[in-house]
C-alpha cells in the first residue's frame, strides 16, 4: 500500500532527513584512510543520536550496524568491522534516521584519499544517475519513468546496475511501497502523486550487473569484483516536482 503524507507528516521526514544530511555532511569532513568502517559507523550514530534521533538501520531486519559501510566492490549492506580504511578506497555510507516514527534514508559515496580515475568516473556517473531519476519526479509520471533514466544515464556512461535492489518508498517504515527499481521500461507502475515520499537510489559498477551474498548473509560484492558506488535521497512529491528531505 502506498501512502500519501500528510503536511505534519512530511514535517517529521523533513527533520528525519535533515538529521541525515548532517550525518552525510559529517562524514564529508572525517573520512580518511587509517579509520576503520566501525570507527565511521560510530562517528554517524553520535550524529544521529545527538539530534535524538535513531538509527534506522540498527536491527532492521537483524542488521547488526548503526549505518551500512560498504568499501570498493561492496555494493550494499556492508557491515562495520575493524576494516582500516586505505588510501584509494571508495566507500559508500548507507545511513538511516528515525524521529517520532518517521525516516529519512540516504547513501552517499566518499573517495578515500588519492583516488583513480576510474572511481572518480563511477562516482560522477552514479551521483549523476541520481539526479536523472530524480527529475522524472513529479505528479502523474509513473515509478518506472524514474527507473528508466536511471539505467539509460548509468549505461551510456559505461556503467552497470544490479538487479535485485531497488529504491522504495519511505515514511513510518524505511521500506515502504512502491518499489523504484533502477532499470527498466518507462511509464510502468504506480503514478507518483503529492505526498508521496520516496527514495530514489541508484546503485551502479564499473563491471558487470552480477553480484552475489558473501557468507554473513549481508554484504553484498559485485561478482566480478569491479568498483561499486550508491548515492540516495529520500524526496516528498509537491505540487510540480520533489523535494530532497535528506541534505541541510
Ligand atoms: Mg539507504
Ligand atoms: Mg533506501
Redesign the pocket.
Known sequence: MITIKNSREIELMRHAGHVVGLVHQKMAEVLKPGMTTQEVADICEKVIRDNGCTPSFLNLYGFPGAVCTSVNDVVVHGIPSDYVLQDGDVISV?VGACWKGYHG?S?WTYAVGNVSDDVKHLMEVTEAALYAGLEQVKPGNRVSDISHAVQVYLESHGCTTPRDYT??G?GTA??EDPTVPNWGEPGRGPRLRKGMCI?V?PMAHLGGEEVYTLDDDWTVVTRDHSLAAHY?HTVAITDSGYEIMTKV
Open positions: 548507507d534514508d547513501a529504491g522504495h519511505i524505511v521500506h527514495a537510489e540516495e
